[in-house]
DNA sequence: TGTATCCGATACATAGTTGTATCGTAAAAC
DNA sequence: GTTTTACGATACAACTATGTATCGGATACA
């Protein structure tokens, strides 16, 4: 009866879950430390407190655990743009001085480059969808829908705050994403610490946020 | 005597620095290919028409090669727009449409990244760097010297036609650095051709000049 | 023409990685 | 409590890449 409930693979035990999200953590984490190719599934299993076998049990190979650890991270980031914007909109009114009303978005951004780790497993995640179409396909369409949500933001900022803009929503949301991204890359390839990583890409982002705003009274 | 003349080692063949010089080449479309850690140095050999035998006369390691390499591309790219923005001072005159006055930027920028290979190469140089402090240093110094060059543009075009910023000239070279190289990657992840791709990127810049522009009359 | 030197090719020893096949054990099913 | 099943560990075979040591030939020079 129990395997009905179950939607995939009814067989699967909660401890074999457990070991698949292990695997998939610590693959993260090497992954993002050496890259993909420097990557030797062993590593993985050491990190993870397996053996091979336990990989090769779970995954077909190391491609495909990470295609999975792909999707799960471009889940995460959509998801979390996504209910942050569910928030503000549901709340409605935004508190924030107009001078740094922007700081929402940094909020909302700061779900895709909050620390070091991130960064380079985005950049290497990046990488891979350069050389291959399908990835490229998933990335484009996950950024897509990032742009979205951050587009939507800055509307509902434009009309809560009565702000004109000099740009279309879109627009703006599709320069601050890659403004954010380049400084956060910047910021980890300086080795500084998280906080400080944020502070910059946050400067970053309010400068260029500053741009895109129409303020007819100060120019 | 012609041995006081070279600088570094007299006793280099020129076919020895042929053979240098086609390796680097190969290595360059391999690395950017398929990755540093994946490109093996045997398909560095092949690819240049070579077998490991020139390719362990001539350098230390993979890395090594890719030390040089980065090295090279890097002066490349600095020296580039060095000279064009030497060009563009020494003839004082800018004739363009104040329109699209930046184009003479996109015309710097153009020299960094023109081509898929070139963001691919540059994406791995960089994924490199974020996780290699020594390169990192580099990296960020060339790109650093890079905006320097942008923001002298940036002011003499200001100047030559009156117009005003609403950042500073470093600022809105730094911010069009990363839209750039952020829209080159994406432009190159849709798998566009050449002209394409640069048309994207253009495009892109355009707008966070624009975005940088105060223009007075019509904001 | 003979000789020396240089440079790239070839051969080989070694290490590391992958994937599979098998085994042992712990938990589930009866 | 016994049997069965599932899951991860272990052992193994094949492959690939690396770096070195040696070889052969072309080129420069006398």
């Known amino acids: 009866m129990r395997a009905m409930v179950d939607s995939e693979a009814p067989s699967t035990t909660r401890s074999r879950e457990r070991t698949r ?7 993260a984490q090497v992954f993002a430390e050496v890259g993909l190719d420097a990557a030797s599934v062993e590593a993985v299993c050491d990190r993870a407190g397996f053996t091979r076998g336990a990989f090769y049990s779970n995954f077909e190979s190391k491609d495909e655990l990470f295609l999975e650890l792909s999707g799960i991270v471009a889940n995460e980031r959509v998801e979390a743009v996504r209910s942050r914007v569910g928030e503000l909109e549901s709340v409605g009114g935004f508190d924030t001085q107009p001078a740094n009303a922007f700081a929402i978005i940094e909020q909302v951004l700061d779900v895709s480059a909050d620390d070091r780790l991130s960064v380079l497993l985005m950049s290497e995640i990046r990488i891979r969808a350069l050389r291959n179409p399908d990835l490229a396909a998933a990335y484009l369409q996950q950024e897509a829908e990032m742009q979205r949500g951050v587009a939507q933001i800055v509307t509902d900022i434009g009309r809560a705050k009565g702000i004109e803009f000099r740009v279309s929503s879109d627009e703006a949301a599709r320069i ?17 610490e998280a906080d400080e990583l944020r502070r910059r890409t946050s400067t970053e982002l309010a400068l260029v946020a500053q741009l895109t705003i129409h303020d007819p009274q100060r120019p």
Chains 1, 2 share one sequence.
């Open 21 to 27: 999200r292990k695997l998939l953590d610590a693959a």
């Open 176 to 192: 601050m994403l890659l403004v954010w991204e380049g400084a956060a890359v910047r910021a980890a390839m300086s080795g500084v």
